[in-house]
């Protein structure tokens, strides 16, 4: 059974991820909301731990570890975010997160694979240096390091591009069919391929680009995890509704009278979001898909990141905030999950989350493949 550490947890959806065959020998987050949520879904043993990861010692993690996985704090490096990078106070955290790697290595317990998963604007934050240094960092410390860019409407009905930065100890073998000679355009898009390009030499010479199989067609759609009588939130008012409406522009005013016209029930996802009117004027607009598929789950820090369900059915239109139940159904999580009982705090908890589907397809591909690459090497030794 593979050992792995988890740090930046959440409510365990990497682990969920994983699945059972991984045994989680460390974890941390420092919020204690999600460490309840993380207890109430794994309530049989002891690993999370809620320190301050800049007060964690090398010797609070046992054993050796297969896999250590961090999501680190997006905030900083996120496009909507102030654009602090890796100096920010949230995303800056990854820097006491590597000196624990470092850490391991000088104690000669380096892990076998670090794995990083935050947002895309990691690749261009301060013109790709920051991507850069994290990479330097993994070089530095004695692994071979690649990217992918994984959406997770592959797996799931929600918009969700995320960065993972996949890092193999030099002393780790790695099957070659995991290695594509080039970038594939699946997984590597245009600004990965142009922050790999800005990368120093020494830090290419070690680069991976990963070869990862296409998952199977999607089936899900975002009218097949629509609960259709959630306890909370209640639907809005005809006035509620009316005035939402309102704030659509003509083009998404045109999407809603296609909508009237199919013959079927329609569902689509609602964000608010702050527009330039046709006098240069900031207005907020409400804009709608009818895709099939939500948009980013993103934390509620204020009513415009909330995500709107609206179902049309010919001319009836109702509308409400998505349910916790959800958007963790968005996120891949089964219904047996846990949600804390507070709205707010479990669209957080999912919302800063990490797509199980992704995280499955992932080691299914790539990290046991690796394991069971090295088991061979081994018994053949």
Not at 87 to 102: H, Y
Request: a positive charge; glycine letters at 8%.
């Amino acid at each position: 059974m593979p050992d792995f550490h988890e740090f930046f947890a959440g409510g365990g959806m990497v682990r969920t991820g994983l699945g059972p065959e991984w045994r989680c020998l460390f974890a941390n987050d420092f919020d204690h909301r999600k460490a309840v949520s993380y207890r109430a879904n794994f309530p049989a043993d002891k690993v999370l731990a809620t320190d301050d990861i800049g007060d964690l010692l090398v010797t609070d993690l046992p054993g050796v570890a297969n896999l250590v996985w961090a999501s680190f704090p997006c905030q900083d490096l996120s496009l909507a975010g102030a654009g602090a990078g890796l100096r920010g106070e949230r995303s800056g955290t990854f820097w006491p997160f590597w000196k624990l790697m470092k850490g391991l290595v000088a104690a000669k317990r380096p892990p076998q694979m670090i794995v990083l998963e935050n947002v895309c604007g990691t690749l261009t934050s301060h013109g790709g240096k920051d991507f850069a240094m994290i990479c330097k960092a993994f070089v530095d410390a004695g692994y071979s390091v690649g990217a992918l860019v994984i959406d997770a409407r592959l797996f799931v009905p929600q918009s969700r591009p995320r960065l993972f930065i996949i890092g193999v100890h030099e002393n780790t073998a790695i099957p070659e069919n995991l290695i594509s000679q080039g970038s594939v355009l699946r997984w590597h898009n245009k600004a990965l391929t142009t922050a790999y390009a800005k990368l120093p030499k020494s830090v290419q010479d070690e680069w991976i680009w990963w070869n990862l199989p296409t998952p199977r067609s999607r089936r899900l759609s975002l009218a097949d995890i629509i609960e259709e009588n959630p306890v909370h939130p209640e639907w809005f008012t005809a006035a509620e509704t009316k005035q939402l409406l309102a704030m659509m522009s003509t083009l998404n005013r045109e999407k809603l009278r296609k909508a009237k016209q199919m013959k079927r029930r329609v569902v689509g996802g609602i964000y608010k979001r702050t527009r330039s009117d046709e006098k240069g004027r900031k207005v907020q607009r409400a804009e709608i898909r009818f895709d099939e598929i939500a948009g980013c789950l993103r934390t509620p820090a204020g009513g415009s990141s909330r995500q709107v369900i609206l179902i049309v059915e010919g001319e009836s239109v109702r509308a409400r905030l998505i349910s916790a139940r959800e958007t963790a159904r968005l996120m891949g999580l089964r219904d047996n999950y846990v949600l804390p009982e507070n709205y707010n705090e479990a669209y957080h908890l999912t919302g800063d989350g990490v797509v199980v589907p992704v995280i499955r397809h992932l080691a299914k591909h790539i990290f046991e493949p690796i394991l069971e690459c090295v088991k061979a090497k081994s018994k053949a030794a």
